[in-house]
């Protein structure tokens, strides 16, 4: 007789609070469209202040509570600004989503402007440090934190050397902030995606083939969003069996959570569970990367 499959333990997004930077468009904004439907009240955050507005008006449709405040999120003080509006207006934060990003135009080390570097480097890694620890202190035991970091975080693009740097270094604030916050039970999930169709292209590479990439929506399908955020509840669960202290290197979420089979052109999206019933959040980076490196066919 067959065996009958078991569920995953229902787990709601109704009434938490998410924090979205770069809400406005692209992978940023497909995830507060994927939240907003849960329920999930939102604090999206972007410098183009109509977009943005624009953007909570379409989301406020969806029955939650939206808070829109533009801010730049390189500016220390425009983000002490922002999380002190969040207090003001939810009090806590249970989801960060580290989103805003920017890319530079193909140019190698030697002719690429050291203001390039710099704006890239402001955007993607010191931006990354100013929200989350400002973030930090109305963040409680089962909050998460999401950092977009791109498959540039693990692979290297000629040409693209600010990024990749920065998207490296996010990386390796990522892997150092699971550790900091591992005691505070405080989930830090490495967003690890393949080429995505996001308007970050205009700059990268205006000729990338970005019919053949992954959309934002499937980066952050529902689903998988869902599956990431419930996996506190079944860890949470799972830590009542063990002794303290405790140290289980079960933590992190990786992209090679992911199976991936090249036969099967939908295994880049199942979830391969560890032995505490953990899942990632990461796409399989390899069919999107290989589309990607080769130049277009002419």
């Not at 990024?163 to 490296?168: C, F, G, L, M, Q």
């Not at 506190?232 to 669960?237: A, D, H, K």
Request: proline share 6%; with cysteine.
């Amino acid at each position: 007789m067959p065996t009958k499959r078991r569920s995953a333990p229902s787990f709601s997004l109704r009434g938490k609070v998410a924090l979205i930077t770069g809400a406005n468009c692209g992978i940023g904004l497909a995830i507060a469209r994927a939240l907003a439907p849960e329920g999930c009240n939102l604090v999206i955050t972007a410098r183009d202040e109509p977009t943005l507005k624009k953007t909570g008006r379409e989301l406020a449709r969806l029955k939650v509570r939206v808070l829109v405040h533009a801010c730049d999120v390189r500016d220390p003080v425009a983000v002490k600004g922002l999380l002190a509006a969040v207090e003001r207006q939810f009090h806590r934060l249970d989801i960060l989503i580290n989103n805003a990003g920017i890319a530079h135009p193909s140019q190698n080390v030697d002719k690429l402007p050291f203001e390039s570097w710099l704006e890239v480097i402001d955007t993607n890694l010191n931006a990354l440090f100013l929200v989350t620890q400002a973030a930090l202190p109305l963040m409680n035991r089962g909050s998460a934190i999401v950092n977009n970091l791109s498959i540039a975080a693990k692979r290297i693009f000629a040409g693209s050397s600010a990024y990749n740097a920065s998207k490296h270094g996010a990386l390796g604030f990522t892997n150092t902030l699971r550790e900091e916050l591992r005691s505070q039970r405080i989930r830090v999930i490495a967003l690890v995606s393949g080429a995505t169709d996001t308007e970050i292209w205009n700059t990268l590479w205006p000729q990338a083939p970005r019919g053949k990439m992954m959309s934002p929506e499937t980066v952050c399908r529902d689903d998988h969003l869902q599956e990431a955020l419930a996996a506190e509840v079944r860890f949470l669960r799972f830590l009542r069996f063990l002794p303290r202290p405790i140290s289980i290197p079960l933590w992190s979420f990786r992209k090679d959570f992911y199976e991936h089979n090249p036969r099967d052109k939908s295994s880049h999206m199942r979830p391969k569970r560890d032995a505490a019933g953990l899942a990632g959040i990461s796409n399989c980076t390899r069919c999107a990367t290989k589309k990607l490196i080769n130049k277009p066919e002419t």
